[in-house]
C-alpha cells in the first residue's frame, strides 16, 4: 500500500506518498479523509478538535478545506521539524535557503544519487501532461530514497498549484516512478513528495522579480553606505535597470514601513517618494512578503 497525505507547510501544500502504510497516531485537527484498497488521502487545515479516523469521505470538510487553500495558499502554519516526523516521513533540511538547493531556493539538487537524473526526466516527462502554466519550480532526490518536487503555476499570484493538481501530478508521477522501478532503472521503492513553491520560495534577480512585480517583496541587501552591512526591507519593484544592472525599490505601504505613532495612516508623501537603487549583485536574499 501506498501512504498519500496532504501536509501544510510553511506557506505551501505538500502532497506526499511513502512505500508502506505506517500506523496513523491520533490528531487534532479538521479533516477530509478517505480510504480505498491503494491510499489514504488527508487535506488538513488548522488543529482544532479531535476527529476519528474513518472509512468514511466527509463530503463535509470538502469546500471548506479547498476554499480556504483558494483564497490563503500561502499562510499556513510550519510542522514541526526534524529528521523524520511520526508517520516516519524525512523531513526536508531547514538549512536557510539558497538560491538552486533544490528547496525553497529552486533548482536542482542530486545529492549523489546514482538514479537522481532518470527520476527528473520523469518528473519532466510527466509535467508535459499539464500544459505550459505549471513549471518545474524545485526538484531535490537523497540518499534515503526521498523525491521532492515542488510545482510552480505561472498564472496564480503566489504560484502555487491547486491541491487538485498537486494530487493528479502526485498520482501520475508516482505511477511512472514505480513502471520505471519495475524495469531496475531506479529503485523500486521510492518516496515522493509534491508541493507548491511556498512563501519562502526564493526569488531570482532580475529574472523573477517582474512577475511579482505588484506584491511586497522583503529584500535582505547589502548597504552600499555602511560597510557592507546588511539590511532588509519591504518593498514594491519600481524598475529594473539592465543597462546598470539594478533595480530601484520603493516602500511597500505595509506595517513595517508606517510610523507606528501614526496608527492607520498610510505612507507619507516623503516615504512614498523613497526610492533605492540597487545593483543586482547587492541583494542577498529576496522572498515574497507575508503579513503575519
Keep these: 500500500m501506498f501512504f498519500q497525505n496532504l501536509r501544510r507547510s510553511v506557506g505551501r501544500w505538500s502532497l506526499f506518498f511513502s512505500s508502506s502504510l ?5 490528531i487534532q485537527h479538521n479533516s477530509l479523509l ?56 524525512e ?11 533544490g528547496g525553497d531556493g529552486g533548482g536542482v539538487v542530486f545529492q549523489g544519487v546514482p538514479w537522481g537524473e532518470r527520476a ?22 537523497t540518499p534515503r530514497g526521498y523525491v521532492y518536487v515542488r510545482l510552480d503555476k505561472l498564472s496564480n499570484k503566489y504560484g502555487c498549484p491547486s491541491m487538485e493538481e498537486l494530487e493528479s501530478y502526485s498520482q501520475e508521477y508516482k505511477k511512472k516512478l514505480d513502471e520505471v522501478g ?20 526564493m526569488l531570482k534577480v532580475p529574472d523573477d522579480l517582474g512577475r511579482f512585480k505588484e506584491m511586497p517583496i522583503t529584500v535582505c541587501y547589502e ?17 529594473i535597470e539592465m543597462d546598470s544592472e539594478s533595480c530601484v525599490w520603493k516602500l511597500a505601504d505595509v506595517k513595517e514601513n508606517r510610523d507606528p505613532q501614526e496608527k492607520g495612516r498610510p505612507l507619507s508623501r516623503k516615504r512614498r517618494d523613497w526610492r533605492l537603487n540597487l545593483p543586482f549583485v ?11
Design 120 to 141: 527528473l526526466s520523469i518528473a519532466h516527462e510527466v509535467l508535459l501532461q499539464f500544459g505550459d502554466d505549471i513549471k518545474l519550480y524545485a526538484f531535490k532526490a
Design 34 to 89: 478517505f480510504q480505498n484498497p491503494r491510499r489514504f488521502v488527508d487535506l488538513s487545515l488548522k488543529p482544532t478538535s479531535p476527529l476519528a479516523l474513518s472509512h468514511r469521505f466527509l463530503s463535509s470538510s470538502v469546500s471548506q478545506n479547498k476554499d480556504h487553500y483558494e483564497e490563503h495558499p500561502l499562510q499556513h502554519e510550519e510542522t514541526e521539524a526534524g529528521e523524520t516526523t511520526d508517520d516516519g516521513w
Design 223 to 239: 548597504d552600499q553606505d555602511s560597510d557592507s552591512r546588511e539590511m532588509t526591507g519591504v518593498f514594491l519593484l519600481d524598475s
Design 91 to 101: 523531513e526536508e533540511d531547514e538549512a536557510e535557503p539558497q538560491v538552486g538547493d
Design 182 to 201: 519495475a524495469l531496475g532503472e531506479i529503485p523500486d521503492d521510492l518516496a515522493l513528495e509534491v508541493s507548491t513553491p511556498g512563501a519562502e520560495r
Design 282 to 292: 547587492m541583494h542577498k536574499r529576496v522572498t515574497l512578503y507575508l503579513e503575519y
Design 22 to 26: 505506517l500506523a496513523l497516531p491520533n
